[in-house]
């Protein structure tokens, strides 16, 4: 075997072992499953709030206008 060689499989060792040492960090540091279903949780909270404001909101635009102060008064007074 040539120095050349031998410089060319040393080089492309060194390559090949610090991509799969970046390749085990990457995995290492990846989102865990419990991470992933509190933030499933999370979104589903938030999810049924908004809809609950929407439907809210809905309601007001179809009541009568004397309704409408009612319910901004109400809803001004609980915070939703």
Not at 72 to 77: G, L, T, V
């Amino acid at each position: 075997m040539s120095m050349w060689t031998a410089i060319v499989l040393i080089v492309i060792a060194g390559i090949v072992g610090e991509a799969w040492r970046h390749h085990v960090k990457a995995r290492a540091s990846g989102v865990k499953a419990d991470e992933i279903d509190a933030l499933k949780k999370q979104i589903d909270r938030v999810d049924s709030e908004l809809r609950e404001r929407i439907q809210t909101l809905e309601r007001i635009v179809t009541d009568r206008q004397e309704d409408l102060k009612q319910q901004f008064d109400r809803m001004e007074r609980t915070g939703s």
